[in-house]
């Protein structure tokens, strides 16, 4: 069995929850305080990759960043690399498929941080942003690392996306879940069972954390 | 020091806050001024208002010569630059923090680490709780966590006071205690101070002055004991 399409994932994974990650808690404070309109219509866009087929995400991001587009030319221009069947584009599909989970988490425990607190953040003299990052954020850690664990365990198994726009290139863009794939149809059975195992285990631990974090506190009588 | 508290406020219920409605003239001149209503009165709506936490729908608000809020000329000053030490009904302490952390939140910026260290601990011996500064309010009694709260609002250097109701977790003895620290200190720092209560005797009590509000109106304002016969 050879660990490179596993470690790939898991760079991969890495990437995408670190642009996932600012992206997330950016837009979860914005939707969690802001009040502007079609904020709802924002937010379900937002949230639609969790229930969009992959090949549908997959065709838009082809249509919006490929190689006639023009952020993919731009992006092309600037670096001198397509963005579609590249890393680039492995890390881009992870990290489209991470967002929704992490600014789902993340809002709901935003929005559980009384808004007094906020208030009386502000009469002493803390700017909205200030008051963002020193009691919204630290009071709602719990579930926006939940939301974080939870994004990145959905960009480590991320296969459909990643298929459509960075295609299933070994030693490129063929992560661990493409090469179980792969492993399956050339019969290489005991090569898919060791990284289906492997990705399993690594699934479970970060839902475990999950739980771990979002425990109900015990209440007693 | 900054002169009366003067506030022409009139709040139409909003989409998130239905409840609030304001149509009111008060003037709040250094010293306790109590605001005496029934739940509902609008007595909170009036604080989170001046604080600049809830617009206005139209009005003016002004301390001394500067304006907080002017709808005729588009004024808005927001919270963070009002300067109002504001101690919620439910004292909003924030939890993550120590009492002294909780204390330093609104001092001034520029002050080293060691300054604003003082700073909160002067704050929390001058209320009489020094053996806090290092624990967070989930493990304070009611009253310590009412005197953190004040503590904190006055270390803010406010140019004006004003509480939510900040003595109702008390019993009668604390209660009085607390109150008098609370007179005293506003006194000496010539404040315009506004608080809030639904007690008659505490209305009685601490205030030289009482606004007497009802469904969001004044009713009447002047001596306590004449206000409330």
């Not at chain 1, 030319?73 to 989970?101: H, K, N, W």
């Not at chain 2, 209560?197 to 001596?223: K, M, N, P, Q, Y």
Request: proline share 6%; net charge positive; hydrophobic share 50%.
């Amino acid at each position: 069995m050879t660990f490179g399409p596993l470690a790939l994932s898991f760079q991969v994974a890495l990437a995408a929850i670190a642009v996932a990650g600012v992206l997330g808690i950016t837009l979860a404070g914005l939707l969690a305080r802001a009040r502007f309109p079609g904020r709802d219509l924002v937010e379900a866009l937002i949230l639609a990759p969790m229930v969009l087929p992959p090949t549908v995400l997959g065709y838009y991001l082809l249509v919006v960043l490929g190689r006639n587009s023009p952020l993919g030319q731009a992006y092309e221009a600037l670096t001198g690399s397509p963005i579609v069947f590249t890393r680039t584009g492995a890390i881009v599909a992870a990290t489209v498929a991470a967002l929704p989970f992490v600014i789902k988490s993340a809002r709901a425990a935003m929005e559980e941080v009384d808004p007094r607190l906020v208030g009386a953040a502000r009469t002493l003299g803390a700017g909205a942003l200030r008051a963002f990052l020193t009691v919204v954020l630290p009071l709602s850690s719990g579930g926006i690392v939940a939301g974080l664990a939870l994004g990145f365990a959905r960009a480590l198994g991320e296969f459909g996306i990643t298929l459509m726009i960075a295609g299933n290139i070994p030693g490129l863009t063929q992560t661990g879940a493409l090469a179980i794939y792969d492993a399956v149809q050339a019969d290489r059975e005991a090569e898919a069972t060791g990284m289906v195992l492997i990705l399993t285990a690594l699934a479970v631990a970060a839902l475990y954390a999950v739980s771990k974090l979002t425990g109900r506190p015990r209440h007693g009588w | 020091m900054g002169g009366d508290l003067i506030a022409a406020i009139h709040v139409a219920g909003e989409p998130g806050h239905p409840q609030a409605r304001l149509d009111a003239e008060i003037r709040v001149p250094p010293g306790i001024t109590v605001l005496f209503g029934p739940s509902g009165s609008g007595k909170t709506t009036c604080l989170v208002t001046l604080a600049g936490l809830l617009r206005p729908t139209r009005g003016r608000i002004a301390l001394g010569g500067q304006v907080f809020f002017d709808s005729d000329l588009g004024t808005d000053v927001p919270p963070e630059r009002r300067r109002v030490g504001l101690v919620f009904q439910s004292l909003a302490l924030f939890p993550h923090l120590s009492a002294e952390a909780n204390v330093a939140y609104g001092l001034p910026a520029g002050l080293s680490g060691a300054a604003r260290r003082d700073r909160a601990r002067h704050w929390l011996e001058r209320i009489r709780v020094p053996h806090l500064a290092q624990r967070k309010p989930a493990s304070f009694s009611g009253g310590e966590a009412q005197r953190v709260a004040l503590a904190r609002a006055l270390a803010s250097e406010p140019r004006v006071l004003l509480l939510d109701e900040p003595f109702s977790a008390l019993d009668l003895e604390l209660r009085l205690e607390l109150a008098e620290e609370v007179q005293a200190i506003v006194t000496e720092l010539g404040l315009p101070a506004l608080l809030v209560t639904h007690d008659r005797e505490d209305a009685r009590r601490l205030g030289r002055r009482l606004i007497l509000l009802s469904a969001g109106r004044v009713v009447s304002e002047g001596v306590p004991a004449d206000v409330l016969g």
